[in-house]
């Protein structure tokens, strides 16, 4: 929250429920096998909501943090919304607007990673992180 606040990008807290698929593990009605119905779907997705404080649904990061954490590599996972699937399924943003949400995740991460080295590790912003003439 306080890095979304630093980069100027409204955020909420909550839980990421992770599935395997875009479909029916995500409690979506217009894949190609659905066993439910719209009003099954609403209350299986008010229950994550009110029972978990589930806010996002995704279906990669698992796999990601897995292998990252296999390996000992840290890593965090930005997740961006892109419709309330209380009010529908069906993504309608625009190019730009898609745009705009992979800006913002980067703004967030860039946010959060800077206030860790300031705040936890002392780094001073007019130290540079890296020497330009140093080969890495």
């Avoid at 190609?32 to 279906?59: G, P, Q, S």
């Amino acid at each position: 929250a306080a890095a979304a606040a630093g980069a100027s990008v409204r955020a909420c807290t909550g839980a990421t429920m992770g599935t395997d698929d875009f479909y029916e593990g995500q409690a979506r009605c217009d894949g190609a096998v659905c066993e439910y119905d719209d009003a099954a779907k609403l209350a299986f997705l008010r229950r994550c909501h009110d029972e978990h404080n589930v806010v996002n649904i995704e279906m990669e990061a698992t796999a990601f943090a897995a292998f990252c954490c296999r390996v000992g590599v840290p890593a965090a996972v930005v997740c961006c919304t892109l419709l309330d699937r209380l009010a529908g399924d069906q993504v309608t943003s625009t190019p730009a607007q898609l745009a705009s949400y992979v800006d913002n995740a980067i703004a967030l991460a860039c946010e959060f990673m800077r206030h860790e080295l300031v705040e936890r590790h002392g780094w001073q912003p007019d130290v540079p992180l890296m020497s330009p003439n140093k080969q890495y």
